[in-house]
C-alpha cells in the first residue's frame, strides 16, 4: 500500500541527505521524496511516498522519529489530506493538431508555459490520478520531456 510520511524537520545542512540515507540502509523503496522550508524558515517539510504494510511503514515512522534534526512524523494515509504533484511534459504537435493539445490542457486546468513550432510545453498540477491521466492522453501524441517534482501533502483542516 502506498503511504504519504511527513516530516518537519530542522532546516539544516546534510539533514535531507541523512533522512534518504536512511530510506537506502533499510532498503526502502522510495517512490517520491520532496522537501522545502516552511513558513518558518528555521524548519523543512520532507515528504516521503513509500510502499509498504503498516508494518513496514511503522518502522519507517519509528527510525525517521529516532534522527535528532526530525521535529515531527506523520503518516498522513490515514487521514484526509490534500496532495499535489507538479509536472512539466513537452507533447509533440504539428501546427495542426495543436488545438487538441490545448483542449486537453484546458479540461486538465494546466497552463501552456512553452510553444514551438514542433512541440508544447505544459504545466500541470493535481493529485497523482490526474497527472498520471494527462500522461495517457498524450502519448499518442508523442511525449518528447516530462518531469515531475514528486508529492508534496499536507492533512486537512485543524492539524492540532
Given at each position: 500500500?502506498?503511504?504519504?510520511?511527513?516530516?518537519?524537520?530542522?532546516?539544516?545542512?546534510?539533514?535531507?541527505?541523512?533522512?534518504?540515507?536512511?530510506?537506502?540502509?533499510?532498503?526502502?523503496?522510495?517512490?517520491?521524496?520532496?522537501?522545502?522550508?516552511?513558513?518558518?524558515?528555521?524548519?523543512?517539510?520532507?515528504?516521503?511516498?513509500?510502499?509498504?504494510?503498516?508494518?513496514?511503514?511503522?518502522?519507517?515512522?519509528?527510525?525517521?522519529?529516532?534522527?535528532?534534526?526530525?521535529?515531527?512524523?506523520?503518516?498522513?494515509?490515514?487521514?484526509?489530506?490534500?496532495?499535489?504533484?507538479?509536472?512539466?511534459?513537452k507533447v509533440s504537435t504539428s501546427p495542426e493538431r495543436r488545438h487538441e493539445?490545448?483542449?486537453?490542457?484546458?479540461?486538465?486546468?494546466g497552463k501552456i508555459v512553452d510553444l514551438s513550432h514542433d512541440d508544447m510545453?505544459?504545466?500541470?498540477?493535481?493529485?497523482?490520478?490526474?497527472?498520471?491521466?494527462?500522461?495517457?492522453?498524450?502519448?499518442?501524441?508523442?511525449?518528447?520531456?516530462?518531469?515531475?517534482?514528486?508529492?508534496?501533502?499536507?492533512?486537512?483542516?485543524?492539524?492540532?
Open positions: 500500500m502506498k503511504h504519504v510520511v511527513s516530516a518537519l524537520v530542522k532546516n539544516e545542512v546534510g539533514v535531507t541527505a541523512h533522512i534518504a540515507g536512511l530510506f537506502a540502509a533499510r532498503a526502502y523503496n522510495i517512490d517520491s521524496f520532496t522537501g522545502s522550508e516552511t513558513e518558518n524558515p528555521e524548519i523543512s517539510r520532507i515528504t516521503v511516498v513509500v510502499r509498504g504494510d503498516d508494518t513496514v511503514i511503522q518502522q519507517v515512522i519509528n527510525q525517521l522519529s529516532k534522527l535528532i534534526n526530525v521535529l515531527e512524523v506523520k503518516d498522513l494515509t490515514a487521514k484526509p489530506f490534500v496532495e499535489r504533484d507538479l509536472m512539466l511534459i493539445i490545448i483542449d486537453l490542457v484546458k479540461v486538465f486546468r510545453t505544459v504545466e500541470l498540477s493535481g493529485p497523482e490520478a490526474k497527472i498520471e491521466a494527462f500522461i495517457a492522453l498524450c502519448r499518442p501524441y508523442g511525449i518528447t520531456e516530462c518531469v515531475r517534482s514528486g508529492i508534496i501533502a499536507i492533512p486537512r483542516g485543524n492539524t492540532n
